[in-house]
T-cell receptor, first 113, second 114 residues
Framework: AQSVTQPDIHITVSEGASLELRCNYSYGATPYLFWYVQSPGQGLQLLLKYFSGDTLVQGIKGFEAEFKRSQSSFNLRKPSVHWSDAAEYFC???????????FGQGTRLTINP | DAGVIQSPRHEVTEMGQEVTLRCKPISGHDYLFWYRQTMMRGLELLIY????????DSGMPEDRFSAKMPNASFSTLKIQPSEPRDSAVYFCASSLAGGNQPQHFGDGTRLSIL
């Protein structure tokens, strides 16, 4: 069975600083990987996904993520954060032949002005 | 394109009352999912449907919870009788078939049981 770990429950960065949110997964084959963002009072919105090909994927809102099979990781990055990026971020893993996603516990991002 | 639509957005009711949450998935999506989100337990999958048929309801907490999907454009999640510990945000999501297809979420129903 798949599992996802987001080691950081809460991260605070200054506006304009770079950001990296960690995601580690457990799955024997090539996983399908997703990052979602949840703003207060809203549902989860897809930022980006990876299922094959180039291991560096670009998403919306200036985010990118890199799949590293050797480290079982799919970390989310942004070179310069904006105050509007303050939200909760979820990593999720899926697999071929299954429709369910397994979600991490989420990382809450706070932006200091 | 219209996204997943949930109603109501907020529901406050007294314990023991019946609660019905509604969801309209994205047209053409084959799968529909119901989740519950709480601070303590995070995001939990309750049940999901494929082509209106329930596939996995192992996440439904108790018999007080039931879900139906009478047609491709409508699903309900019912709690009867409701209890204060059912207070949470309930999300509906839909997707196309395929493990690499993302799920699209509605804005949720915030449920408070007094």
């Amino acid at each position: 069975a798949q599992s996802v770990t987001q080691p950081d429950i809460h991260i605070t960065v200054s506006e304009g600083a770079s950001l990296e949110l960690r995601c580690n997964y457990s799955y024997g084959a090539t996983p399908y990987l997703f990052w979602y963002v949840q703003s207060p009072g809203q549902g989860l919105q897809l930022l980006l996904k990876y299922f094959s090909g180039d291991t560096l994927v670009q998403g919306i809102k200036g985010f990118e993520a890199e799949f590293k099979r050797s480290q079982s990781s799919f970390n989310l990055r942004k070179p310069s954060v904006h105050w509007s990026d303050a939200a909760e971020y979820f990593c999720a893993v899926g697999r071929q032949g299954a429709q369910k996603l397994v979600f991490g516990q989420g990382t809450r991002l706070t932006i200091n002005p | 394109d219209a996204g997943v639509i949930q109603s109501p957005r907020h529901e406050v009711t007294e314990m023991g009352q019946e609660v019905t949450l509604r969801c309209k998935p994205i047209s053409g999506h084959d799968y529909l999912f119901w989740y519950r989100q709480t601070m303590m337990r995070g995001l939990e999958l309750l049940i999901y449907f494929n082509n209106n048929v329930p596939i996995d309801d192992s996440g439904m907490p108790e018999d007080r919870f039931s879900a139906k999907m009478p047609n491709a454009s409508f699903s309900t999640l019912k709690i009867q009788p409701s209890e204060p510990r059912d207070s949470a945000v309930y999300f509906c999501a839909s997707s196309l078939a395929g493990g690499n297809q993302p799920q699209h979420f509605g804005d949720g129903t915030r449920l408070s049981i007094l």
